[in-house]
């Protein structure tokens, strides 16, 4: 997996240039709104929905110049989730990546426009990317919206406000919604970032079949570090949900059943993606993903 960490280290420093580039006064302005917007977004995450849609670009004859505004737009939309999920009206998380969530060091008040801000200036971003075709801008701000909207992460967010889920294909559909979501739209954007003037629909459906079964993976392996995780290593407190009563996939199956979900889904990614040449990268970051320790 060594190439695996190289690849991923490569891109995350490609995408913190650019984050940081887009997010000088020059285009947003400064101040204490903005100081919060770049708290949130830099210096800190994996950058792993980024390296999907550099990576999807790339495997489909783009590159990741091409790319790298519409993988920056994604880290925005991330960050602004994140931002929103560790309200206290939310999760009511006070650690994120080891340093104080964004209402603990701004107030409420300032981090959900912190958050409204870095989504609405993804969408500006990716409506603009660099050597994009218009037919495909127009695509990738679309499918942005849809997966962080009513459909996607702010639909699923409410579903987990609304009651506990009562069977596993129930927490399957919200984890679909909250975390899948925003994967399909990383890696989907990556494909369309190459397209001229039409999708190919089985690509769409493998690209989504691909990261519905990472992000349904990537859930429970976050489920798993919240019952037994190392909170220094994690950068977030570990048993909250159990503190606060929340279902997760540990309610409905056992730490055993759980670790082989991960794999299967893992082993399901990789299979689906496996078939299109040159996706050495794209088949082994599922097996990767799941063996990580934070």
Do not use: W
Not at 24 to 48: F, H, N, P, T, V
Not at 153 to 176: F, I, N, R, T
């Amino acid at each position: 997996m060594d190439s695996v960490k190289k690849i991923l280290k490569e891109n995350a420093a490609l995408i913190e240039n650019e984050l940081i580039r887009l997010t000088g006064d020059e285009y947003i302005g400064s101040g204490r709104l903005q100081d919060a917007m770049k708290y949130s977004l830099l210096g800190g995450g994996k950058r792993i929905r980024a390296c999907l849609t550099i990576e999807f670009s790339k495997l489909f004859g783009g590159s990741a110049d091409i790319s790298l505004e519409c993988a920056s737009a994604v880290e925005m939309i991330h960050a602004y989730s994140l931002i929103h999920d560790d309200l206290p009206c939310m999760d009511d998380d006070d650690m994120r990546r080891g340093k104080a969530s964004c209402h603990i060091a701004y107030g409420e008040a300032t981090a959900l426009l912190a958050g409204d801000a870095l989504l609405t200036y993804a969408m500006e971003c990716a409506s603009a990317a660099f050597g994009v075709s218009d037919f495909a801008r127009g695509k990738i701000v679309n499918f942005l919206a849809k997966m962080s909207g009513t459909l996607g992460m702010a639909g699923g967010q409410e579903v987990d406000l609304e009651g506990q889920s009562s069977s596993y294909a129930e927490l399957k559909k919200l984890h679909s919604m909250k975390t899948s979501a925003l994967i399909k739209a990383a890696a989907t954007i990556g494909y369309l970032t190459t397209v001229e003037n039409g999708a190919d629909e089985k690509i769409l459906s493998d690209i989504s079949d691909y990261s519905e079964c990472i992000g349904l993976a990537f859930q429970i392996r976050d489920d798993l570090f919240d019952l037994e995780g190392d909170a220094a290593l994690l950068g977030k407190a570990v048993g909250v949900d159990e503190k606060n009563g929340r279902v997760n996939a540990l309610t409905f199956l056992s730490k055993e059943d759980a670790e082989a979900e991960c794999e299967r889904l893992s082993i399901d990614a990789s299979k689906i993606i496996g078939k299109y040449p040159s996706s050495d990268f794209l088949s082994a970051f599922p097996i990767y993903l799941n063996g990580r320790k934070n």
